[in-house]
């Protein structure tokens, strides 16, 4: 039986695999309607790089070593490639999209298995 932490934590993940199943299909259908030259876009970007790298940098529990690295890593793999996508042609921008949306679903299974194993 899950604690009610680790219940949390679970439900965290299943957000992350739910986010980046609608922007891989928002990537692959082509269902783009953002600036992606706009200030917020770059600002979001940069903040999750920042992000990613706090957390890669911030001292932890031993036991957690693993969630964190796969906090940090996908925060910087999604903050660095909505920064590429502000540079690349248009039609790189869907599967630009659909890879974010895989890095995201590739957290949430790697998340959850992590909960599962220490549980």
């Not at 783009?32 to 957390?55: H, M, N, Q, T």
Request: no cysteine; glycine share 10%; aromatic share 12%.
């Amino acid at each position: 039986m899950l604690s009610p932490a680790r219940l949390t934590e679970l439900m965290v993940e299943l957000v992350f695999l739910l986010l980046g199943t609608l922007v891989v299909w928002l990537g692959v259908s082509g269902r783009i309607y953002f600036d992606r030259w706009s200030v917020s876009w770059l600002v979001l970007s940069v903040a999750l790089l920042a992000w990613g790298l706090l957390a890669l940098a911030r001292p932890g529990q031993w036991s957690a070593r693993w969630q964190k690295w796969n906090r940090g890593l996908s925060l910087l793999l999604l903050g660095a490639i909505m920064l590429a996508a502000t540079r690349v042609p248009f039609l790189w921008v869907g599967k630009l999209l659909a890879l974010a949306g895989l890095v995201l679903i590739l957290r949430g299974l790697f998340g959850s298995i992590l909960i599962f194993r220490h549980s």
